[in-house]
């Protein structure tokens, strides 16, 4: 069982370069949700998709972009990396949403900016 | 907008011992749901138990059970018998026609 799958694990990035953190899912969710979390505290809304071709800021948008062309997958972009963008990336998916239905995570991806 | 929080930053428990996590959270949505995460070291997030809102029998998963109070907006968690595999990082989390908002989490340190 797969689940969600995310790639790299780990990264280092110089300031300024960009990089794409890669997430699918092969559960046939629609909606799917890119999370990052800081030393310390809880997980921060990125952006989040509810279907193929579509996507939504969502608490923390800035430096980042996302595109949802397949239902599997939803890449995450960082175009120019920034120190403040160190952090541990969480991409999640689910069935629905105000269903109640809970959300799968992939195991996250640890990426320092230097 | 919805709102939790954690105001626990830490808790230890002995084994086989009780502990309670707690949680308030606000929003403005009718229909919601309240979720506990777990997040061991190896940083995977593990559902723990989640309530329905409109429900007001407490959720029970084994030894994980819930104490709901919709009036108050409280959605503490229960461990019973602790063991020393509970020691993690537990997010509260509040969803509804938006996505899931967290907790900052409270870190739960079993002693043998």
């Known amino acids: 069982n797969a689940g969600v799958t995310q790639t790299p694990k780990f990264r280092i990035l110089k300031i300024g370069q960009s990089m794409t953190l890669q997430c699918a899912q092969d559960m046939n969710h629609n909606y799917m949700y890119w999370y990052r979390q800081d030393p310390g505290m809880g997980l921060k809304l990125i952006y989040y998709s509810v279907g193929a071709g579509i996507t939504d800021k969502g608490e923390v948008p800035n430096g980042y972009n996302v595109s949802r062309s397949t239902t599997e997958d939803f890449p995450l972009r960082l175009e120019l990396a920034a120190p403040s963008q160190t952090s541990v990336y969480f991409c999640?998916?689910?069935?629905?949403?105000?269903?109640?239905?809970?959300?799968?995570f992939g195991d996250g991806t640890r990426l320092s900016i230097l | 907008a919805q709102t939790v929080t954690q105001s626990q930053p830490e808790m230890s428990v002995q084994e086989a011992e009780t502990v309670t996590l707690s949680c308030t959270y606000d929003?403005?949505?009718?229909?919601?749901?309240l979720f506990w995460y777990k997040q061991p070291p190896s940083r995977q997030m593990i559902l723990v138990i989640r309530?329905?809102?409109?429900?007001?029998q407490n959720a029970t998963e084994n030894r994980f059970s819930v104490n709901f109070q919709k009036a108050a907006k409280s959605f503490s968690l229960k461990i019973s018998d602790s063991q020393l595999g509970d020691a993690a990082m537990y997010f509260c989390?509040?969803?509804?026609?938006?996505?899931?908002?967290f907790g900052k989490g409270t870190r739960l340190s079993v002693i043998a």
């Open positions: 999640a998916s689910s069935y629905d949403q105000g269903l109640g239905q809970p959300q799968h």
């Open positions: 309530q329905e809102a409109y429900k007001q």
């Open positions: 989390a509040s969803s509804g026609n938006t996505p899931l908002v």
């Open positions: 929003t403005s949505e009718s229909d919601y749901y």
